[in-house]
T-cell receptor, first 113, second 113 residues
Framework: DTGVSQDPRHKITKRGQNVTFRCDPI?????LYWYRQTLGQGPEFLTY????????KSRLLSDRFSAERPKGSFSTLEIQRTEQGDSAMYLC???????????FGDGTRLSIL | TQLLEQSPQFLSIQEGENLTVYCNSS?????LQWYRQEPGEGPVLLVTVVTGGEVKKLKRLTFQFGDARKDSSLHITAAQTGDTGLYLCAGAPPGAGSYQLTFGKGTKLSVIP
């Protein structure tokens, strides 16, 4: 069990650029979540996958955000035309069975210049 | 919308002291998790409580879930400098679904030697 892995750990980009983050969940965890955490706040839910199906999306997830989990294993989160307000820590979590707790990766910290 | 209020927001104590932090809501949760987060890292799961009135102990940490499953507390006995960090509570909603977590803003604990 190698834990949830996220890449990159840090991303600095200019406003208007597109960015993509990757999450590798704990193997055989069929549930995968994306959260966003800003300074002084707890993580906020963005979206949820069960296997390859994206089953829930938060209203926080604007049209500029898209997430995929094509083979039910790793997932990507893409932000198009980044804005200053997108600066945050993007966290990925995975869970096994329906009542199993969520285990988090160390996140990708996004900074928009 | 389910909200979790954590108190206090900040806590600074001397090594060896005891402390309690609180997590309160007007909503019922099917389970509640406590996480600890270090700067630049993802939240690390400490415990999950599921049953109303449940008490769980993890070495010097004691977690309690309220009878009505709306609130929880974390008590640390004889705090150590290694306990320093951000303590987050997170609740999963009742019923079926994604079990997306709702987080509080956290209690930032500093244990001074």
């Amino acid at each position: 069990d190698t834990g949830v892995s996220q890449d990159p750990r840090h991303k600095i980009t200019k406003r208007g650029q597109n960015v993509t983050f990757r999450c590798d969940p704990i193997s055989e965890h069929n549930r995968l979540y994306w959260y966003r955490q800003t300074l002084g706040q707890g993580p906020e839910f963005l979206t949820y996958f069960q296997n390859e199906a994206q089953l829930e999306k938060s209203r926080l997830l604007s049209d500029r955000f898209s997430a995929e989990r094509p083979k039910g294993s790793f997932s990507t989160l893409e932000i198009q035309r980044t804005e200053q307000g997108d600066s945050a820590m993007y966290l990925c979590a995975s869970a096994g069975g329906i009542f199993e707790p969520q285990h988090f990766g160390d996140g990708t910290r996004l900074s928009i210049l | 919308t389910q909200l979790l209020e954590q108190s206090p927001q900040f806590l600074s104590i001397q090594e060896g002291e005891n402390l309690t932090v609180y997590c309160n809501s007007s909503s019922v949760f099917s389970s509640l998790q406590w996480y600890r987060q270090e700067p630049g890292e993802g939240p690390v799961l400490l415990v999950t409580v599921v049953t109303g009135g449940e008490v769980k102990k993890l070495k010097r940490l004691t977690f309690q879930f309220g009878d009505a499953r709306k609130d929880s507390s974390l008590h640390i006995t004889a705090a150590q400098t290694g306990d320093t960090g951000l303590y987050l509570c997170a609740g999963a909603p009742p019923g079926a679904g994604s079990y997306q977590l709702t987080f509080g803003k956290g209690t930032k604990l500093s244990v001074i030697p």
